[in-house]
């Protein structure tokens, strides 16, 4: 079947249009400065970084660390829910500044946009009752430990546990935590943000026994916002001498900002 010239000339033109990467929209700080407002990206839908409080307004980690910036700036925070797909393509369109949307730093992800200094993190280790002594990885042997299935975290137990270590595998974080309170394990692999929210709950019933991996999170902005990233990583350096990250992470998280964040560049 032939096609039409016409429609032809327009698929083409369609897929060459597909086929070329979109310029990027640098963000200029002197603009946001006299407009008097930063729109940051920020998801609402990953606890405890992103949230909505009870009126539906952004809130968490992200969202104090947010106003922080833009009180930095000297100026407004205007706070713009993304998604996870989404927030890359927001900022490098320009219908935001800056994302302070939990975005782990990643060699892939810096050829996209660019990175201020790490400004918080999400860590993997092993957990479990406080008083069950498991110090290092060859203190899960003859124990049973639950993670999610093809997850970071099973990935990094599989990878230390020595023979003898009883892992198993549920379909998400919800059922290996509950595997965890009911007692049918005594361990689990899990993120600090995941025992963060069983700690709100359960108090100190667990705790940290060693850690497996961590990833730093920075705030990105769009190739060519020189200005404002050296802004940025000076607020962000600036709030971790001042103690003003620890307070916000104390409260979201139950704990200080954790040292592989303080240290990083």
Do not use: C
């Amino acid at each position: 079947m032939k096609l039409n010239r016409r429609l032809f000339t327009t698929l083409a033109a369609s897929a060459l249009v597909a086929g070329l990467a979109a310029p990027s929209m640098a963000a200029d700080l002197a603009e946001i400065e006299a407009a008097g407002t930063v729109k940051i990206g920020m998801l609402v839908d990953f606890p405890p970084f992103g949230i909505q409080d009870m009126s539906g307004n952004p809130d968490g980690y992200d969202a104090d660390v947010a106003k922080a910036l833009a009180d930095y700036m000297g100026v407004t925070a205007q706070i713009v829910p993304v998604t996870g797909p989404n927030r890359i393509p927001y900022l490098l369109s320009g219908q935001v500044d800056v994302l302070v949307a939990s975005l782990g730093i990643t060699e892939e992800r810096a050829q996209k946009v660019d990175f201020s200094r790490p400004y918080a993190g999400i860590s993997i280790a092993v957990y479990g009752d406080n008083g069950l002594e498991v110090t290092d990885k060859a203190g899960l042997s003859g124990q049973s430990i639950s993670v999610a299935r093809a997850s970071t975290q099973d990935s990094g137990v599989t990878a230390v546990a020595p023979e003898g270590t009883d892992i198993r595998r549920f379909d998400d974080d919800a059922t290996a935590v509950q595997a965890l309170l009911s007692g049918q394990v005594k361990l689990i692999g899990a993120s600090n943000v995941v025992m963060s929210q069983i700690a709100a709950a359960m108090g100190d019933r667990f705790d940290k026994k060693f850690d497996l991996s961590s990833q730093v999170q920075g705030i990105a902005v769009a190739p060519g916002s020189d200005a404002l990233l050296v802004k940025i990583n000076g607020f962000v350096e600036q709030a971790k001498s001042d103690g003003a990250l620890d307070k916000i992470h104390e409260k979201w998280l139950g704990e200080p900002l954790p040292d592989f964040v303080k240290t990083a560049q």
